[in-house]
Nanobody, 124 residues
């Protein structure tokens, strides 16, 4: 079965770049027609979709985060990576990678595969 695992630092300083990697096993990230997303949940708040990279290397980002966000992939490692620039404490959240066959899925019920999530704190 498909499994996702997030990795990256748990603490990032304000104004720096948050970088997280999701390693996918059990299937290729280039398999038709998967879309691989990053989603976050700040403390006490609901899920927020950040963006996706598709099986075809297409990307799409949340309008509210687009100016600071980049999602890329390494097909040789079957990984995709989130970079969020100029972070502030408001970017502190649990970050989760997930997979869906629905392009631009924003509802949790639309995702078939989930990582376990990783907590990122933005603080000095």
């Amino acid at each position: 079965q498909v499994q996702l695992q997030e990795s990256g630092p748990g603490l990032v300083k304000p104004s720096q770049t948050l970088s997280l990697t999701c390693t996918v096993s059990g299937d290729s990230i280039t398999t038709n027609y998967y879309y691989w997303s990053w989603i976050r949940q700040p403390p006490g708040k609901g899920l927020e979709w950040i963006g996706y990279i598709g099986y075809d290397d297409s990307t799409s980002y949340s309008p509210s985060l687009k100016s600071r966000t980049s999602i890329s992939r390494d097909t040789s490692k079957n990984q995709f990576t989130l970079q969020l620039n100029s972070v502030t404490p408001e970017d502190s959240a649990i970050y989760v990678c997930a997979g869906s066959t629905i392009m631009g899925a924003t509802q949790s019920s639309q995702y078939e595969f989930w990582g376990r999530g990783t907590r990122v704190t933005v603080s000095r």
